[in-house]
């Protein structure tokens, strides 16, 4: 992508409506806009960082054995009404009704609407297990919207529901979603500590909330200081393998960690202070098991090899990709911008041309910019004519983990420099080898 023909939108001051980092930086580098109290437009740059991320809980939902579809984001009160959640949910639900004045509601979640699904469907315990997920749009009133994408009132979420013949097979099915969120995390270049959690208007008696360490971070946390060593579970994890997903889960839920909101929680000084971790956190999904409270308000029922019907037990399983994009800059940025991990980058390299217009520079960028197309990296070629610390700091705010920059002098010599957005260390190289070393994934 070219930028002079890119719709990247920089601010150069700090928006005054920005209380945290994440927020000022999706701001500043045009990520995102804020069209009403709590509700976004993601620009481009910020849609393609939506996208990766998007990529990457899609590919490990697959992979554990979850299957995708795509539920409405309006949904009919008569489900609501039928679970008993319609008028106990709380004004965060935002109630419509239709030219026939039927009773509607912008969905703040699907557990009724996925058993109303299962329940029309799937009639024998031989369809078992199951698990439907989907990535939409959600809408929760909150009372105080803030922290940009952090905490809207509209934003996207996974949401993962799963379905079970007995609680064996469902504590199976949350450990399958248990190990899948410790390698969708991961994959982000985030570190998630799982942690016992209330299960709130979602109902069960089981549920982990997922926590990144920020130093902004929203919450206090307390852990064992052994969560950040511990093997994130493999690409060959083998989901259908019952004792070694228990195992990866008893491993995880072994060491003590809490937030300061959990008021069941055990003293904090239940760690020995040689291995106590205390940090700020920000909660990045949450899995429930339910049991059967939606499948018997609702009579979703499966005939059992014994021939007799049997209630479903039920999970379900969240992640808020619209959070995690913020997050993620929580957890990765210096004083210039944003540090994208390049899993999730809008871009993995930036091509900066220090003299648009120099023939012999023009030439550089173009060749560097072409190989990289060509090789399938997803590069942006700054091409625009604007003086060069400007284009430095464009850079430095977008956050793409690499940069060549093609200068008259070097480009004169046949070279380029490579910055490491990260580490900030450069290197220079010739182009040829510029090219080698950013097509080859070194």
């Known amino acids: 992508m070219r930028l002079s023909r890119f719709f990247l939108t920089i601010l150069k001051e700090n928006p005054k409506e920005a209380e945290i980092v994440s927020h000022r930086l999706m701001l500043r580098a045009g990520m995102v806009k804020q069209q009403s109290q709590g509700i976004y437009t993601w620009l481009p740059l910020g849609k393609r960082v939506l ?6 809980i899609r590919e490990e939902q697959n992979r554990s054995g979850a299957v995708e579809l795509l539920m409405p984001t309006l949904q009919s009160a008569e489900l609501w009404q039928e679970s008993g959640r319609y008028d106990a949910y709380g004004k965060e639900m935002l109630r419509i009704k239709d030219r026939q004045e039927r009773p509607m509601l912008y969905g703040p979640t699907n557990e009724e609407m996925i058993t109303d699904v299962f329940r029309s469907f799937v009639k024998s315990y031989k369809d078992l297990p199951l698990n439907l997920y989907h990535i939409q749009l959600k809408f929760r009133d909150e009372i105080r919207p803030r922290f940009g994408t952090m905490r809207s009132r509209e ?55 997922f926590i990144i360490l920020a130093d902004t971070g929203e919450s206090e946390v307390f852990c064992h200081k052994d969560f950040l060593n511990f093997d994130i579970p493999g690409v060959d994890t083998n989901f259908d393998d019952v004792a070694g997903l228990r195992a990866i889960f008893d491993k995880w839920t072994s060491r003590y960690a809490a937030t300061s909101e959990m008021h ?14 205390s940090a700020r956190g920000i909660e990045v999904g949450h899995i429930f098991y339910f049991g059967t409270k939606y499948s018997e308000a609702m009579g979703a029922k499966v005939q059992g090899p014994d021939g007799k019907e049997h209630t479903v037990h039920m999970g379900s399983y969240g992640i808020g990709p619209t959070r995690l994009v913020p997050a993620i800059i929580e957890a990765s940025h210096d004083e210039n911008g944003i540090i994208w991990p390049k899993a999730v980058a809008p871009f ?6 220090m003299k648009s217009g120099d023939e012999a520079c023009d030439a550089a960028c173009e060749k560097i910019y072409g190989a990289l197309l060509n090789a399938g990296v997803d590069v942006l070629y700054d091409d625009k004519d604007e003086r060069a610390g400007a284009k430095f700091a464009t850079a430095d705010l977008i956050g793409a983990p690499v940069q060549v920059i093609a200068g008259p002098r070097g480009v004169a010599s046949g070279e380029v420099e490579i910055k490491d957005r990260k580490t900030g260390e450069r290197e220079t190289l010739t182009i040829e080898a510029a090219i080698n070393r950013l097509t080859s994934g070194n």
Not at 51 to 56: E, P, R, Y
Not at 264 to 273: K, L, S, V
Not at 348 to 353: G, M, R, S, T
């Open 264 to 277: 069941d929680a055990p003293a904090f000084e239940a760690i020995p202070e040689g291995e106590r971790l």
């Open 155 to 209: 934003f996207l979420m996974k949401d993962a529901y799963s379905f079970d013949l007995n609680r064996e097979g469902a504590v199976h099915a949350y450990n399958r979603m248990f190990a899948a969120y410790l390698r969708t995390f991961s994959r982000m270049g985030l570190r998630a500590i799982p942690m016992r959690a209330d299960t709130g208007p979602i109902g069960g008696d089981l549920s982990h909330e």
């Open 348 to 353: 993995e390299a930036i091509v900066i041309n």
């Open 51 to 56: 996208d990766k991320v998007n990529a990457i």
